[in-house]
């Protein structure tokens, strides 16, 4: 089956820029995790949905940084007056369901390479 | 946060068994070990998850001692296409955070 996909695959942008990072999660899954990672580094923790609800945003860097879930299937990762330092992989990642006493699988997406100039 | 500690890099030749250790000295009643495994250009892949003693699949075999301070990744008879980052996580509810939180990984190098 489709697993999680992401678009773009790669975005090139200028500083100071709005961009908008869209991810579809496998059909069903109810949780949806955005990371970001970069180069050497595992990827770090921006924020959760379950359903269209954001469960836990604690890892969003700064107010720059929004996404939203509206119908509770694709998410949409919005950053505004983007900088250099936001240059990174950024990775969607879905799971069956809300974490419940356990880990549940996480099924992670190809990402998209964000890079501001 | 369970703080995790796993190994920067690891090299193997085909055909060894491989067996990477995590420590994770502060891990809570509820947490969970889980391993995951990156490759280049490719997001995460979850490889397998335990809570204590032994747990085995397809893939990979993980080792949590009693006290569950420490566990251990076997890869047996790995091949080139192992070659990939492995991270170690704890993760659990309630309580604990279900965030999982990724350290640099460990990344093998598997050698003709």
């Known amino acids: 089956g489709a697993g999680v996909s992401q678009t773009p695959s790669n975005k090139v942008t200028e500083k100071g820029k709005y961009v908008e990072l869209r991810c579809d999660p496998i059909?069903?899954?109810?949780?949806l995790y955005w990371y970001r990672q970069s180069l050497g580094q595992g990827p770090e923790f921006l924020i959760y949905?379950?359903?269209?609800?954001?469960?836990?945003d604690s890892g969003l860097p700064n107010d720059r940084f929004f996404a939203v879930r509206p119908e509770g299937s694709v998410s949409t990762l919005k950053i505004q007056r983007t900088e250099r330092g936001d240059s990174a992989v950024y990775l969607c990642?879905?799971?069956?369901?809300?974490?419940?006493?356990?880990?549940?699988?996480?099924?992670f997406g190809p990402g998209t390479r964000l890079t501001v100039l | 946060l369970a703080k995790t500690t796993q190994p920067i890099s690891m090299d193997s030749y085909e055909g060894q068994e491989v067996n990477i250790t995590c420590s994770h000295n502060?891990?809570?009643?509820?947490?969970?070990i889980t391993w995951y495994q990156q490759f280049p250009s490719q997001g995460p892949r979850f490889i397998i998850q335990?809570?204590?003693t032994k747990v085995t699949n397809e893939v990979a075999s993980l080792f949590i001692p009693a006290d569950r301070k420490s566990s251990t990744l076997s890869l047996p008879r790995v091949s080139l296409s192992d070659t990939a980052v492995y991270y170690c996580?704890?993760?659990?509810?309630?309580?604990?955070?279900?965030?999982?939180?990724f350290g640099r990984g460990t990344s093998l190098i598997v050698h003709p």
């Open positions: 996580l704890v993760v659990g509810t309630p309580g604990g955070s279900y965030i999982p939180t």
């Open positions: 990642a879905s799971s069956l369901t809300a974490p419940q006493g356990r880990h549940n699988e996480q099924f």
């Open positions: 335990g809570y204590k």
């Open positions: 949905f379950q359903g269209t609800g954001a469960a836990d």
């Open positions: 059909s069903g899954h109810t949780a």
């Open positions: 502060n891990i809570a009643t509820n947490d969970y």
